[in-house]
């Protein structure tokens, strides 16, 4: 089976958008944005190792404690196909880097179903 992908949305209010606010969202730290990821999933069981995945690093926040600024897993909304994150925007580079392990656990986390027959 293929891994599963995720593959970042640019965000639409952007796309256009001239040098200024771009100058813009690199000063101001406390402007949010959402974040979109896109989600390349096989099967329901694919969605139940995301969930999976999810949860563990939740519990693993719980007990060691979020560093300052940090972002949670718990923050952002997740629909069948489609992460949504909204972030300040010096969280960004940690939300990618979140995301990016979220997807790496989840596919040991299906391989580890799919070992046991589930």
Same mark, same amino acid.
């Given at each position: 089976?293929?891994?599963?992908?995720?593959?970042?949305?640019?965000?639409?209010?952007?796309?256009?958008?001239?040098?200024?606010?771009?100058?813009?969202?690199?000063?101001?730290?406390?402007?949010?944005?959402?974040?979109?990821?896109?989600?390349?999933?096989?099967? $329901?069981?694919?969605? =139940?190792?995301?969930?999976? +995945? !999810?949860? &563990? *690093?939740?519990?693993?926040?719980?007990?060691?404690?979020?560093?300052?600024?940090?972002?949670?897993?718990?923050?952002?909304?997740?629909?069948?196909?489609?992460?949504?994150?909204?972030?300040?925007?010096?969280?960004?580079?940690?939300?990618?880097?979140?995301? $990016?392990?979220?997807? =790496?656990?989840?596919?040991? +986390? !299906?391989? &580890? *179903?799919?070992?046991?027959?589930?």
């Amino acid at each position: 089976m293929k891994p599963i992908k995720v593959v970042e949305i640019a965000d639409a209010s952007f796309a256009g958008s001239d040098d200024r606010d771009a100058v813009a969202l690199r000063i101001d730290p406390s402007r949010r944005i959402t974040l979109r990821f896109q989600l390349k999933l096989a099967s $329901s069981g694919d969605l =139940e190792a995301l969930r999976y +995945a !999810r949860r &563990a *690093m939740i519990r693993e926040e719980r007990t060691r404690g979020l560093e300052w600024d940090e972002p949670s897993m718990e923050d952002p909304g997740f629909l069948t196909s489609e992460i949504r994150w909204f972030v300040l925007t010096s969280q960004v580079a940690w939300c990618r880097q979140k995301v $990016s392990e979220l997807i =790496e656990r989840t596919n040991r +986390a !299906r391989e &580890a *179903m799919r070992s046991l027959g589930l």
